[in-house]
């Protein structure tokens, strides 16, 4: 079974992938695939180079800060940067499912889930919500200005878009033993039809 997480940015999907696992789930983050796809030696590298400004790629290295400064401010450069990483995400991803056992689960944290259309290549799919303002201040809290939080909330789908492709809804708008229980009732359904 592959059950796709999302939500928006500062929800606390990384803190319910984390409880899933504790689960048993096997988590992947789609992020942590990107920024795989991303590391010295890549060949994408030399394509991120040729795409975008000088200062985003050093001596063979992406500067991750000068390349989300670029591409959360340019609609058509975030979807060249996509097209590049896209692919070489869905490969390893495909490479680490062909691999599990078939009472597995895979939870796969995607934030871009509802964004691609993506609800249709899982089992199940986990919205985590959390009101925008909460979302804010840990954002904030993470060192992120509100003209980052700003451009990245503004190329993400909305809630109510999110929500609508979910099979559960988890809401981190309340404390964690809150949350662990419903992450538990969410993977105890899962677990029941595995």
Not at 8 to 29: P, Q, W
């Amino acid at each position: 079974m592959i059950v796709g997480l999302t939500g928006g940015i500062g929800a606390g999907k990384s803190t319910v992938a984390t409880m899933f696992a504790r689960l048993g789930a096997v988590v992947v983050d789609a992020d942590d695939l990107a920024r795989q796809a991303l590391e010295p030696g890549s060949p994408l590298i030399a394509e991120v180079a040729a795409r975008f400004d000088a200062g985003v790629v050093v001596e063979g290295v992406v500067n991750r800060q000068a390349l989300a400064d670029v591409v959360f401010k340019d609609d058509e450069a975030l979807r060249d940067l996509e097209g590049m990483i896209h692919p070489e995400v869905a490969r390893r991803l495909q490479e680490i499912y062909s691999g599990l056992g078939d009472d597995d689960v895979l939870v796969y944290a995607v934030p871009l889930l509802a964004e691609l259309g993506m609800k249709d290549r899982f089992d199940a799919v986990v919205v985590v919500m959390c009101v925008e303002g909460l979302r804010r201040t840990r954002l904030r809290e993470r060192g992120m200005s509100d003209e980052d939080i700003d451009a990245r909330i503004a190329v993400q789908a909305s809630d109510e878009q999110r929500n609508s492709l979910a099979d559960f809804i988890i809401d981190n708008s309340s404390d964690l033993i809150s949350l662990e229980q419903q992450v538990t009732d969410v993977w105890d359904s899962l677990t029941a039809y595995a």
